[in-house]
């Protein structure tokens, strides 16, 4: 079993930057990928980035590359997703969540919804225009 608690949302002005962190519970969390996901009123969870559980590999939605980071602290058992020159559009609940993923399967299924099996309860992002 695997919990996770979001923090760092809030609201901030179309342009500005957020960091968001995620810690999980458990002794095992390097073994875990982990990703972001958001949903934004009326429509799907979409995926936002994804981290494997080195650290070694990432992955990122179209329309936040270039502009968000996702990265961990495995001492601490934290992933973080820094979010830079944010969007109206970005506004949206963001979960974090866990699964276990073999590295050779990280590109195909780190996107995936479907793959995680352990999600936070999910924290609020609103960006102002």
């Known amino acids: 079993q695997v919990q996770l608690v979001e923090s760092g949302g809030g609201l901030v002005q179309a342009g500005g930057s957020l960091r968001l962190s995620c810690a999980a519970s458990g002794r095992t969390f390097s073994a875990y990928t982990m990703g972001w996901f958001r949903q934004a009123p009326g429509k799907e969870r979409e995926f936002v980035a994804a981290i494997s559980g080195s650290g070694s590999a990432t992955d990122y939605a179209d329309s936040v590359k270039g502009r968000f980071t996702i990265s961990r602290d495995n001492d601490k058992n934290t992933v973080y997703l820094q979010m830079n020159s944010l969007k109206p559009e970005d506004t949206a609940v963001y979960y974090c969540?866990?699964?276990?993923?073999?590295?050779?399967?990280?590109?195909?299924?780190?996107?995936?919804?479907?793959?995680?099996?352990?999600w936070g309860q999910g924290t609020q992002v609103t960006v102002s225009s």
């Open positions: 969540a866990a699964a276990l993923l073999r590295i050779t399967s990280f590109n195909i299924r780190a996107g995936a919804r479907a793959t995680y099996d352990y």
